[in-house]
C-alpha cells in the first residue's frame, strides 16, 4: 500500500511538472531607457492577472509608488489604474517592454527594486518624524499662550 502511494505521488509530481505554465517573460523588474527620469515598473504574477507597480519621483524629487491591475489580452498587458495609461508590450527579440506605444524599457536586478523600496520607507518615516514634530510644536506654543 505505501509503494502504491509512493509511486502515485511521484507519477503525479511529475505530471505536474510536465504541464505547468509557462512563466510571462514580462514578469520581473524594468526601467525606463528612454527617458531620462528614473521611471521603473514591476510586473508581478497574481494568479490569472497581473499586479504593475510603477516607481517614479514626482515634480519635487519625491519617490513615488502606484499599483495597478493587469490582465494579459492578444499579447498586450492592458492595465487599469495608473500605472500605465494604455498597455504593456513585451518585445522578445530585444528583452524589453514597450510601455504606452513610446517607453521603452530594459530588465534590471532586484537590488535597484530593494533600493527604491528603502528610499520610500526612508521617505514615508522622515515624513512622520516631521508630523510628529509638527505636533509638538503647536502643542508647546499653546501651552505658552
Do not use: H
Amino acid at each position: 500500500m505505501l509503494r502504491l502511494s509512493l509511486t502515485a505521488a511521484l507519477a503525479c509530481i511529475a505530471l505536474n511538472g510536465c504541464i505547468a505554465e509557462k512563466k510571462n517573460p514580462a514578469v520581473g523588474f524594468w526601467k525606463s531607457v528612454t527617458y531620462t527620469g528614473k521611471s521603473y515598473i514591476e510586473i508581478q504574477e497574481n494568479g490569472q492577472s497581473y499586479i504593475v507597480t510603477k516607481y517614479y519621483n514626482d515634480a519635487f524629487g519625491n519617490p513615488k509608488k502606484i499599483e495597478s491591475a493587469a490582465v494579459l489580452k492578444d499579447g498586450v498587458m492592458i492595465v487599469t489604474g495608473d500605472a500605465v495609461k494604455n498597455g504593456i508590450l513585451y518585445k522578445q527579440s530585444t528583452d524589453q517592454l514597450v510601455v504606452d506605444g513610446k517607453n521603452t524599457l530594459e530588465r534590471v536586478s532586484s537590488k535597484v527594486k530593494n533600493d527604491l523600496e528603502d528610499k520610500l520607507e526612508a521617505r514615508a518615516k522622515r515624513r512622520t518624524e516631521n508630523s510628529r514634530q509638527l505636533r509638538e510644536n503647536i502643542k508647546k506654543k499653546r501651552k505658552t499662550r
